[in-house]
């Protein structure tokens, strides 16, 4: 017994030192986030069952760092926008793995090391969901979210590629009123609520399609 004390001694400080590092690689980060997708998250079971594989198979992650870093990479102030596609409807990701193919647009502000570490923090948060990069852009990144006094009035423009703005949901905004978050956020944050999507776009290449979608109650807006 006795000399198995060290040995399990120097494995409980390896794990303490491995969780730390941890800790310091990517966990002392944090910002905004925003997703829409092409299906409804706020809705009733009717509506969500007739767009399922028929719709939903598209959407658009943003995260907005304010403070931190990214292994080792200080990201405080710089965005990035996932924009993902998958083989079947958006829905709840605790239940079903999506693969997705995503483009992946930077922050052009992003040094050659930042817009690396914003690559792999982004597929880090997004998870199988991000499977594939099949490119990756860089465009400058205009985010202002929550600036109304609901919190969700959301703006994203990212260059040329794509575009995105919200507004709070109201009530001419039921349609059956059975609706409730039906679908739950596409990664982990931290407060979310939804809010009715006015514009989503994407007019980038390398998904083999773009699109615009207007009126529907498709996003989140979060902390993480």
Known sequence: MKAIIPVLLTSVTLLAASALLGRQNGAAISGNYLEVRSCDVFTGACIAN?????????????????????????????????????????????????????????????????????????????????????????????????????????????????????????????????????YPPLTEVKGAFTAYTELATFKGAGLNSTWELTGKRSAYLATF
């Open 50 to 182: 007739s767009e399922m594989n028929l719709g939903g198979k598209e959407g658009m992650l943003v995260w907005s760092v304010t403070a931190g870093d990214w292994n080792g990479t200080p990201l405080g102030g710089l965005s990035v926008v996932a924009v993902v596609q998958t083989e079947s409807t958006l829905g709840d990701v605790r239940y079903q793995n999506y693969l997705g193919r995503a483009v992946i647009i930077v922050d052009e502000r992003a040094t050659s090391t930042q817009r690396d570490a914003l690559v792999d923090f982004a597929r880090a948060r997004a998870g199988k969901l991000i499977k594939e990069v099949v490119d990756v852009k860089s465009a400058p990144i205009e985010v202002s979210l929550g600036r109304c006094a609901s919190g969700s009035c959301a703006r994203v423009k990212a260059g040329d590629l794509a575009e995105i703005s919200t507004r709070c949901l109201g009530g001419k905004d039921h349609l059956c009123g059975n609706e409730e978050n039906y």
